[in-house]
């Protein structure tokens, strides 16, 4: 007998694109304004395992104390409040988490030996690159309560989805609908691709399958 497809499994096929549409019709926040991929060409989906950094004055602050915490299939969300003078992500810790499985990193932050994480094929994303560790300068602070991100109130397990275009986040009690609004959205723009291919206008094309509407948010019934 198999078993269900996890939530995850079930979001593989969807791009962030199709997600945010998604959200944006149903009143939802979720986009994650400023954090770009690492490297194109890679994606990931899966519940979040949130981890918060705060600054120190002191020594004795470190990076990645939470890292062996983190189950595997997890996408670790890091919060460092958009930091960009120093890091919260470096190569050992893209080697370990790819040893572990994890589905991968979004860092509200820096992150820095981006050509191990090429080498290993670990996805990143994150609001910049820089080589200054944070070492000394930033600890952990919390891991799995609920991060603030864009304005984006993230809790754990809730659902990412991460492509070349960006990151977008899913309360886990909503994927369902989400994803499947997503799928929709998905189909309908192959329509409008495949009308303009038979020979129509991109306006006409548009015009039949309501692509200016397919976001807009519907008034709840
Ligand atoms: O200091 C950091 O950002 C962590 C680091 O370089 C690594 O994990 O290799
Ligand atoms: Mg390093």
Redesign the pocket.
Known sequence: MTSAPSLSDRGADLSTASVSDALDSLGLPGSLHGIGALHQGRRTVGPVFTVTYEPVDETGG???DFLDDVPAGAVILIDNAGRTD???????????AHERGIAGTVIHGT???VA?ANTTGYPVWSVSRFMR???DRVRVAAVQTAVTIDGVVIHPGDILVADDDGAVVVPAARWDEVADLARHIDRVEEAIVQVVRDGATLAEARARHGYHALQTRKDPS
């Open positions: 470190t990076v990645g120093c890091t919260v992500w470096g190569g050992i810790m893209s080697e370990t992150c820095r030996d191990v560790t944070g070492k």
